[in-house]
């Protein structure tokens, strides 16, 4: 099965994928008021608390608004809420939103509207599930006030309001909050910056963004996530170009202005050309993962699961996509590599490398019958493309009936979260990645917990791992954490919920007359950003 980095182009127009025309090369670039760009896929889902696909955060992050954001040095400060006190006990949080606040159908925000928001965001969010252990009651005292009473202190609560990483504790209007948190909501109707222009939006070709003339942004600089939220473009339009050629030499004519996921082989290209810029906003990386599904065999089964350990190679996976060693490493670390969480526990599998003979064993052992093992493979995203092919490679060479699920990435964020067995629409195995941020927050990532059908897709259960993770919560210090750490990963590399597949960062490219991208991880924020 052949792969290369430019391999995603071909597989991407041979399953059908719409890439909208673009105008001919050497077009007068767009008016300064209007910024066009190509994100990471199609946005398929509008509910940025129902999925925890970063395109979906992007799109909350324009239209909705959080109580509290994390600034350049990854502190919470206040973002709705204009101050805030926690009581002697440390029992009982207490929050007032700040003035200029209201919704996009022209309706004031209320205390009310952020309990329900709250409630509805913990049901999905890791951190927030494990915040709600704690709680004992969320009330609004008044329209402008509400508090958080907790059973027990949890030093935590601020941190899980601010955390970037997805879902993202986005506010909304108490009626769309009140909807089941397993059922999206179907409004576009936020307090953020941006209003989503559903007109002039076509579905699979361009979305498209209008400053919200009414915003009230926070009188602080901006810095990270926090601060003042000052829109300087009229109108944001990300444009769903496939064909990663034709939309680098997009970028290159000016015909847009941003490209999110650059092919990293390509970048030499833009590095010589003086019209772009290139800089990567996330200065953690990224971490690659293969996700197994742990309800339905073969995964239901450790062995199986273990099997994969001795499968894959990290190497491979980065090379295929990334090429350029400058760009990625591997990592063993259960937690992401270069943050205060990295460890080499139980490890040993990475330091042995590639077993095929130890792989089909473990395969053996599981049970496996050569039931189908479904691998979702996002044919318009290089990296889920080339690592779904490698994955269903090598599981065919230890006799394992692999087969390939072929989607955009839209389709793959859909299908992944149905629980039933593969032959009633299920999966097996798909191919996504997160900040190493993200992967050091085994409380605010949800793809870190262990807790059944709670947990994020895949749905893992191992309650001493859970125990361990709630013991990680109330450390008080660092030190603490990383004792704890340990041996949640320990327990990690023996349950195996999924499989690394190594760590990179990748760059984004942007027009040189485009300024104003905030450096941070998991966000792209477009406020701030000013064209000439």
């Known amino acids: 099965m052949g792969i290369s980095r430019r391999s995603v182009i071909g597989s991407g127009l041979a399953a059908g994928v719409f890439a909208p025309a673009i105008r001919r090369a050497g077009a007068a670039p767009g008016d300064a008021g209007t910024l066009r760009a190509v994100m990471q896929g199609d946005l398929r889902v509008f509910d940025p608390i129902w999925t ?20 350049e040095h990854y502190k919470p400060q206040p973002q709705m809420v204009e101050k805030f006190s926690l009581s002697d006990d440390k029992k009982t949080y207490t929050f007032m939103l700040r003035d200029g606040l209201g919704w996009q159908d022209n309706t004031p925000v209320t205390a009310a509207d952020c309990v329900a928001s709250v409630r509805r965001w ?4 890791g951190g927030g599930q494990v915040m709600m252990q704690f709680v004992k009651d969320i009330s609004a005292a008044d329209d402008k ?33 009140e909807t089941d948190p397993f ?25 498209v963004y209008n400053k919200w003339e009414k915003y009230v942004p926070r009188k602080e600089p901006p810095s990270g996530l926090a601060g003042g939220k000052v829109v300087s473009l009229q109108k ?8 990663e050629q034709t939309a680098l030499a997009a970028l290159q004519s000016g015909e847009i202005d941003f490209y999110e996921l650059p092919p990293i082989d390509l970048l030499p290209q833009l590095e010589f050309d003086s019209s772009i810029t290139l800089e990567a906003l996330n200065k953690t990386g990224n971490v690659g993962i293969a996700r197994l599904n742990c309800l339905h065999k073969p995964f239901e089964s450790v062995e199986a699961r273990q099997a994969m350990l001795y499968l894959l190679n990290q190497s491979d996976f980065m090379k295929a996509t990334f090429g350029n060693p400058k760009y990625y490493q591997t990592c063993p670390s259960y937690f ?46 290089a990296f889920m493309n080339n690592s779904a092919q490698l994955i269903a490679g090598q599981l065919q060479k230890i006799g394992v009936n692999a087969q390939l699920a072929a989607s955009d990435w839209g389709g793959v964020v859909t299908r992944r979260s149905v629980m039933e067995a593969d032959d009633k629409g299920g999966w097996d195995v798909f191919i996504t990645w997160g900040s190493a941020y993200a992967f050091s927050d085994p409380i605010g990532l949800l793809a870190l917990a262990m807790n059944g059908k709670k947990a994020w897709y895949g749905w893992p259960t191992n309650d001493p791992y859970e125990k361990l993770r709630m013991e990680w919560a109330g450390a008080s210090d660092v030190a603490g954490r990383q004792a704890i750490g340990a041996k949640m990963a320990a327990l990690g590399w023996d349950f195996v919920p999924e499989v690394i597949l190594g760590q990179w960062v990748s760059p984004q490219a942007w027009r040189k007359n485009v300024s104003g991208f905030i450096p941070i991880p998991e966000i792209i924020p477009f406020w701030n950003v000013k064209k000439t």
């Open 183 to 207: 059922q999206q909501v179907a409004a576009h109707i936020g307090s953020g910056p941006f209003t989503f222009n559903e007109s002039e939006t076509r579905p699979g070709s361009q979305y």
């Open 145 to 177: 006030t509400f508090k958080i009473e907790l059973k027990e202190p949890f030093g935590l609560v601020i941190d899980m309001l601010a955390k970037p990483t997805t879902p993202d504790c986005f506010m909304m209007r108490k009626k769309d909050a």
């Open 52 to 71: 925890t696909a970063n395109i979906t955060a992007y799109y909350g992050a324009m239209v909705y608004d959080t109580l509290f954001a994390i600034d």
């Open 236 to 243: 944001v339009i990300w444009e769903n170009i496939t064909d």
């Open 336 to 381: 992401g590599c270069g943050t205060p969480m990295q460890t080499d526990a139980n490890t040993d599998w990475f330091k042995h490398g590639i077993d095929l003979t130890k792989a089909k064993e473990l395969f053996t052992k599981s049970g496996y019958q050569n039931e189908p093992v479904v691998v979702l493979q996002a044919t318009n995203i």
């Open 122 to 125: 913990a049901a999905r969010d």
